[in-house]
């Protein structure tokens, strides 16, 4: 069977080499951790835990905010030192749990479903993944429990297992298809019991061909993907799976689908078998600046300049610290953001990977929209953007955009697209605002 | 931390194409052809070329000053600017002429729209038309190439001394030799004074006379294929403009071979090489998406043929290109992609 | 020759005729008061009024749907000569013209990393915060400037913007633009400012810029015309004349004294800066004698008392 694929998309230099032969090494816990109270989409956590409190690993410290909202947990065991605000991945303060690290590493006490699993009810299943606070481990960040609620008018006859890591340089995900393929294909079969779904496909770029064995030994049903970027974005893996195409404005569960990526997954399996909160995850760290490259399993509030410290890093001479992935990631001021439950990836980036000319002006090449997964076409979008025109920005479908950031690496004259149809999107939005206040 | 970190917003990665690069391997594919028209007619092509492209860029440069704008020769267009109006010209024009064309490419057609991708119209066809309407005399006066002589055509020739009078074929003070182009020969004389042509193998490698771009239609092929093989023009342009040449000269060729010459001798003389390779794929004026390029060829290559058997030019690539460019606006606006999301359903799951 | 000459003529009467005749038959009737009112009007059409350009704003005014004090650039004069066309009274409003509160440039608040992209002041700021190390602070790159109709707002030469209270008319659109919010609308006739928008702790504000506001309060002990809210010092009324101690008691350096400095020096010169540093620092030792004498003087009275 040819491998699976969508229109547009485009084909980056991929840079995985230093890393996806390196197994998964634990990170020492540092001495402390500032466990954000938002690290998801959704209402933040509210803090359950006072200064002075002492706490052991898994111990909730922040209860769910609301139904979209997920509950946060001690990623290491010691004294709360206070609630403060620390310096976030996007460039602005967020709130964390601070915690003193005691260094004994004590687990508090959770009883997992065990095998027994299977005769679990669904809702209960659901109940374990919500509060042991699991969210979309592959970026995004969307609590579990939520999308595996899908309302009764949308029902879901297949789940798919996202384990494309369509961006460069990560490595995350194909270390746990490799090292975990077992609780993968579990996990797999806890979602799928609670969906209520006949089919799971795991989904994997032909470029993992022994995370594909892997997975095929564990017993998973596989579709072998095209290597193309954004293969990994949920709306192309569906219409590469599936040839189905969610509609505008829709999500997932309108064409009868659920994706979840193989790390959350295998968060589910350690949630629901073993009683585990999530606590800790695989980054990868790397870039040119970056000494000694590896793949990390870290507790969620390690700083980052821990990870870039571990792997023997330059941030002297570095030109960009990228939090995610080079397409989608958010650049930092600092080394000071805490790892969340969403960071997949602690890039390091020299000089050569920063152009700092200006941009030239746009020549109409039209690379843009051949290189748009959405089949949009983002220079006028960029320039309704730019404009600030809320009109040409809707007829541009500006809100279709999901940011991947294929018209930007292909557009020849440097113009900083996504940029610009953020623009478009905020204006839009901002529009959209104001109607609805008038009316 | 002593250097400081840049921030921008994603993406961070980037594919390394550059706007300049694609026009220096454009102009670096026109290459061969002008230096073959070098070779065929020396001096009086050599200075065309120089005078054009270093006035375009000139003019470029002076215009961009002015306007407050940083210069950016380095980008090459300019330069090809200049290189593809000079192959659009008669060996032999006056330095004058070319200043004036390279002025209405660059800045009446160019620097006045916007600059660099903000023009309508392409700046080296509105030179070239400029400068045709303007000086009919210089830009339809050809000269002989190398080593063909009078026997090329079984035709008159005409011979004029430095200063431009006529002299007498084989006197010693000949400094240049004219000769009516195929197309022209064509267009005055009808189909049996080129039918020699059309078969012979001349007008394909280009030993033949015309502007300096007309000449070697395989030169402008292999150029062509290297743009294509570099991924810098897609198929559809060049396809559908030669496409619907050939047609339109096989239909009419069919039907009155005696007044009508064939699809070979239309595709390979004149500016149709040059056109559909070089000039109707300047992304600037052309439409971006793929129905559209298909449609914006068709048109020129109808337009093109329309103009030379019925209109009152023996060429008409510069003419059909133009008024083509004016159509790309509203090319774009009916052949946009349709956005992912639109596509029915098909329930069920099934997957190739 | 006379007989185009003949026709030509007869044939522009002819048409000029017509328009005569088409302007009276086709007359639109207006309001007199109407077309006397667009006359007088400045023509800038900002907008600035909240109406579609001066006419539109004439219109809504015989309508009665418009407030004849609302034409910034025409000031209260144009409210009251409106107010008597109308035949009503007129209350002048006060001036307002707009004033960027930051003074924390290049060498105040440094940038903290490079920034790359859209040369925009909101798209800067959306990206990892705004690339100064104040994440509330004025990042220079123009959008208030693309936004002002007047030219009235210039950059200065150490990244930051500042308004011509001379040329500023008092529209608003500049403080629409800003995506910080640091532009405001303060009464022309006022000469002190907290130059200042960073409602964060003195630790936070330190660290982020030399010359923000830390909400130490010391100014509003020298007046009741500054009162400080959290952390951040604000001129509250123009009811009393504001002391030149106000701005000599901050020790950052955060209000300007329009009595004193003028802004352009204030913002990019650091000889107004020097300046201030020493009149502060010779006002703060003449009231710590000031204060050392009155307590003195309180105790020997004490002693009398006692006596």
Known sequence: MRDATFAGGIHPSYNKDR?????TSPLAAPE??????????????KPCVEKGDEVAIGQMIGEPGGFVSAPIHSSVSGKVAGIEPRAGAMGIPVQCVVIENDGEDRRSEHDGAGDAWEETPADELKERIRMAGIVGMGGAAFPTHVKLSPPPDKPIDTLILNGAECEPYLTADHRTMLERATDVVAGARILARILGVARTVVAVESNKPDAIQALDGAGAEIRTLAVKYPQGAEKQIIDACLQRQVPSGGLPMDVGVVVQNVGTAVAVADAVIRGRPLTERIVTVTGDAVGSPANLLVRVGTPVGELLAACDADLDGAAKLVLGGPMMGFAQTTPEPPVTKGTSGVLLLTGKHVDTRPPAPCIRCGRCARACPMRLVPTEIGRAGLARD?????SADAMDCVECGSCAHDCPSRIPLVQQIRLAKAAVTEAARRERGTR | MTNKLFVSSSPHAHGGASSARIMWTVTAALVPAAAWSVWLFGIPALQVILATVLFSAAFEAISQRLAGKPTSLTDGSAVLTGLILALTLPPGLPIWICAVGAFVAVVVAKAVFGGLGQNLFNPAMTGRVFLLIAFPGPLTRWLVPRGTGAQLFDQPVTAYDASGGIVELGSKAVDAITAATPLGLLSERGAHAVAALSQGQEIFIGQMNGSLGETSGLLLLLGGIFLLIRRIVSWHIPVSFIGSVAIFAAITYAVDPAHYAGPAFHVFTGGVMIGAWFMATDYVTSPMFPLGKIIFGVGCGVLTMVIRLWAGYPEGVSFAVLLMNATVPIIDRYTRPKKFGLRRLTKGGSDA | MLTPLL?????????????????KAFAVDVDERQEKIAEILPGANCGGCGFPGCSGFAAALVEGKADPASCPPGGPELAVEIGAILGVEVEAKEPMVALVACAGGDGESPSRAGYLGVSDCAAAHAVAGGPKSCPYGCLGLGSCIEACAFDAIVPTSNGLVMVDPEACTGCGKCVEACPRGIIRMVPKKRKVHVLCVNPDKAKAVKAACSVGCTGCKLCAKQTGAIAVDGALASVVSDSEEIPGSAALACPQGSIFDGGVYSLPDWLSGSEARADFSRRSAEWKKAE?????????????KAKEGEA
């Not at chain 1, 402390?32 to 956590?45: D, K, M, N, T, W």
């Open chain 1, 19 to 23: 890393t996806s032969a390196l197994g």
């Open chain 1, 32 to 45: 402390r951790v500032y466990v954000p109270l938002s690290q998801h989409i959704g209402a933040p956590a």
């Open chain 1, 390 to 394: 809320v009109e040409a920005s809707r």
């Open chain 3, 7 to 23: 026709i030509l003529s007869g044939v522009g009467l002819v048409m000029a005729g017509l328009l005569a005749v088409g302007r």
């Open chain 3, 288 to 300: 710590k004698e000031r204060k050392a004498a009155e307590k003195k003087a309180k105790a020997e």
